[in-house]
């Protein structure tokens, strides 16, 4: 796991350090008490940490961690900012590989964001992609987990350029579902109310772009946040039909290999809401022959329940769980607006597990459910280690699937961090001898 954390200067910004941790199947904690520190000591803030496994050319595992660093040279907060992106290597013995931190590219200046990263089919190579503010370009770069060597050039690959400045930019990768090339899709602001997304494909040997043109995914009227994308799918979030502050909805679009979109120009909408919430912050997970989507739910007055839903969306585009997907639990909330928070997991049978909480509902919970989206476990979820911590909408949940099933569910409470092992039986249990 890898956090961002201010224990070393509780004032932001020139506060927040990298650590990282690694647990064995128990939940052990296998390095340093308390995670061992990526950056510390420097008068920069290191935020949003994303960790990716990759290998060596001889075979060996690396953790790559991968951060965005706010980097004050002046040493007075939004005094001459800049934003740069950096990653290290950790063998599994939580030794650093690298002499200093790689640095994947220079972001520009204050409110570039946060890098997207995966690693390649074989996992021989880490894929970084970033957008940048200053002079507002999008690109990719390769890592070579060896020695942490860049692969496309200073900087990267260049994908797109735009003109109007915006704070909305957003970016995301995948691994695309054929010939071992990756995924980019990014917001790209045009001015208020249109906010697009754009799409490419790079080779992941020589960063070159695989379509002659960047493709769109949506240029409908009104904004669309970049979501999450797993293979060749994209959900986001999209005002298109907002009415005031509520009524966002969940879009999704799939690309095909030759650099067009599989489904109705623009997308198509996950979900047909039924009451004035809001969808938000849409997650994905792979499933054979399609993909899950959940999504955090808002909303507004008392009697407005949020509800747990999860949707099944076929490779053809089709539901087969019909246009309201399935709702696994409601939630009551107390006071004029509730938040679900939720994030999914594929399984290797083909269902998926998640995590979710409702605002000032109390516990932590999880689900399993197969691929036709049958409950695995009771009515109302399991209670995530048996946490009573009362989850309030700032706090953070994820979840990661585990090669031998179920997922690892990280989370924080009360500015500490949590993790919990969701796992299953992959067989029943022998039966016991009662008489012979």
């Not at 990263?117 to 021989?124: E, K, L, P, S």
């Not at 494909?201 to 769109?216: D, E, H, S, Y």
């Not at 004035?276 to 912050?281: E, H, L």
């Not at 049978?349 to 989206?373: C, E, H, M, P, W």
Request: hydrophobic share 40%; charged share 15%.
């Amino acid at each position: 796991m890898a956090w961002s954390d201010l224990r070393n200067d509780n004032v932001s910004p020139f506060g927040n350090d990298i650590y990282i941790q690694r647990l064995d199947a128990n939940g052990v904690a296998q390095w340093t008490s308390n995670g061992v520190a990526v950056t510390t000591g420097n008068f920069n803030d290191e935020l949003y940490p994303q960790l990716t496994l990759c290998y060596t050319s001889s075979g060996q595992a690396r953790a790559m961690v991968t951060w965005l660093a706010l980097e004050y040279p002046d040493q007075v907060s939004g005094s001459n900012v800049v934003s740069k992106i950096y990653t290290q290597a950790y063998d599994l013995n939580g030794v650093a590989q690298y002499a200093s931190p790689t640095l994947v590219g220079n972001a520009g200046v204050f409110n570039a964001v946060y890098p997207s990263v995966i690693a390649t089919a074989d996992g021989r190579r880490l894929i970084v992609g970033y957008l940048t503010n200053g002079v507002r370009e999008v690109r990719v770069q390769g890592i070579e987990p060896n020695d942490g060597s860049t692969q496309f050039g200073i900087n990267g690959t260049l994908l797109a350029n735009w003109s109007y400045s915006g704070i909305y930019k957003q970016l995301v990768v995948s691994l695309a579902e054929e010939n071992n090339q990756v995924n980019i899709f990014w917001n790209n602001f045009e001015g208020v109310g249109a906010t697009n997304i754009l799409a490419q494909r790079i080779n992941v040997q020589t960063g070159a772009k695989v379509w002659a043109n960047n493709l769109v995914i949506c240029n409908n009227i009104g904004d669309q946040y970049v979501g999450e994308a797993v293979g060749n799918t994209l959900v986001w979030e999209d005002t298109r039909n907002r009415a005031g502050n509520n009524n966002d909805d969940i879009f999704a679009q799939r690309v095909n290999a030759n650099g067009t979109v599989a489904w109705a120009a623009n997308g198509i909408r996950i979900y047909e809401d039924p009451s004035t919430g809001a969808q938000r912050r849409p997650r994905v997970a792979a499933t054979e022959g399609g993909v899950f989507v959940t999504w955090n739910e808002n909303t507004s007055g008392t009697t407005s329940p949020a509800r747990l839903v999860v949707q099944k969306v076929l490779h053809d585009g089709s539901f087969p769980w019909g246009n309201t997907g399935i709702t696994y639990q409601t939630f009551t909330i107390s006071g004029t607006v509730g938040t679900l928070e939720t994030s999914i997991a594929s399984q290797s049978d083909g269902g998926a597990v998640f995590i979710y909480f409702g605002s000032n509902q109390g516990y932590l919970k999880a689900q399993r459910i197969t691929a036709n989206g049958r409950r695995l476990w009771r009515e109302n979820g399991e209670p995530v280690a048996g946490t009573a911590y009362n989850m309030f909408s700032n706090e953070f949940t994820n979840i990661a699937p585990m090669a031998t099933g179920g997922g690892l569910a990280g989370f924080t409470y009360n500015g500490n961090i949590y993790a919990a092992k969701a796992g299953f039986c992959l067989s029943p249990p022998a039966p016991q001898l009662l008489l012979q």
